[in-house]
C-alpha cells in the first residue's frame, strides 16, 4: 500500500476548487483546507476527512482515496449551499490534476448528504469524492 501521494492529492484538489472560476463566483476566495479563527464567512467550502484504501498491484502501489468536500452556508434553505456543491463537483470529477508525487488515476463523485446543523441555522452538504491513484515513486 503506499498513503505517498495522499499530500499531493490534497494539494491539487485544493488548487483546482481555488482556480474554478464558478465555484469563485458563488464562494470568492473562502475555500479552505482547514477553518480560520475568527467569524466565518456566510457560504465557504472545506476540504475534509479522507479514507484510503490500498490498490497496488504487480505494476506498483497506488491507493483509493475517499474524502469529504463540504458546502456550509448559514443562508436559509439549501439552494446556495446545492449551487456551491454543484461548482465543486463539476471543478472536480475526471479533473486533470497535476500531483508533485504519483499521478492521478480516476477522480469522481461517490455520494453526498445534505443536512442541518445544530439548531438548524447552518446547512452543510458534504461530498464525497473517489481518487485513484499510483505512487510512481
Excluded: C
Amino acid at each position: 500500500m503506499s498513503y505517498g501521494v495522499a499530500a499531493a492529492l490534497q494539494r491539487a484538489v485544493f488548487a483546482q476548487l481555488s482556480a474554478d472560476t464558478a465555484l469563485a463566483a458563488l464562494v470568492g476566495t473562502d475555500i479552505y483546507d482547514a477553518l480560520p479563527t475568527g467569524a466565518l464567512p456566510p457560504l465557504y467550502v472545506v476540504l475534509g476527512a479522507e479514507d484510503v484504501r490500498d490498490a497496488s498491484d504487480k505494476t506498483g502501489g497506488g491507493a483509493w482515496h475517499q474524502f469529504t468536500v463540504s458546502v456550509v452556508t448559514q443562508s436559509a434553505g439549501f439552494a446556495t449551499a446545492k449551487a456551491a456543491a454543484s461548482a465543486v463537483s463539476d471543478a472536480l470529477v475526471d479533473a486533470p490534476l497535476m500531483l508533485n508525487r504519483g499521478r492521478l488515476v480516476s477522480l469522481n463523485f461517490y455520494k453526498a448528504k445534505a443536512a442541518r446543523v445544530g439548531t438548524g441555522a447552518v446547512r452543510q452538504i458534504n461530498l464525497i469524492f473517489r481518487a485513484r491513484v499510483a505512487d510512481d515513486t
